[in-house]
């Protein structure tokens, strides 16, 4: 994946061939973060990175800045760059967001719903239910992660589908599992259902509060994982579903 120039090779060629190879690692390095191989507070090594994916080190540098502009890690002058630790009061503050966002998400869905889109979701709830019957947390996140990506796509609003992603992407560097205990997984996927009955009844309002309900029931899940109450430190490292 080294990008060498050559010299029969134009200028244009050459930056378009490292801005490719930049969105390239990009991508890569933001799947690691959000997959849970790069954990929050890790340094991230320059020259070790460089090496694992064959590149100079100018590319590499452009995609931190990228990802630093994300919000998923922080450039800290003269130490190095680390992926984003998420204080508990921001993540709060990212919940009170998203919330917002994905209640305007389900008023405008409720209102162009069609019968495939209804027969996906009801799709998705029994592969949810049959998972949550089973306690398989493995198997249910993925399914209750592309859920919440197709109501919010579906609206067809790209902004929208932007800045959710975003709040998202970030929650993932301060929540992981708390619903496998007791009945978690088959209560979000109530709550699921309480949102696609909602959407199915054509009314905008009841839509737009099942969607935001259900963000801020995720945020009091969230609560219930710290340790210390009190604390105000820093979020658990576990990933909660939504």
Known sequence: MSVTEDPGESSELVTLKTSSLTSVVEKEIERLILGGK??????????QLANRFGMSRGPLREAMRSLNAKGLVDVVRNRGVFVREIPVDEALEIYDLRSAIFGLAGRLLADKLTDEMLS?????????????????FDAYYPVNLAFHAFLVTSTGNRTLVREYQSFVDRLHLCRTRTLVQAKGLSVSNYEHREMVDALASGNLSRAHEAFFRH???????FLSTLEEPGDGDRAPQDKTAT
């Open 38 to 47: 790069l954990r929050p507070g890790e340094r991230l090594n320059e020259f």
């Open 120 to 136: 996906k979701l009801k799709g998705f709830l029994k592969t949810m239910d049959e998972h949550a019957a089973n306690g398989d």
């Open 215 to 221: 963000v801020q029931r995720a945020k009091l899940r």
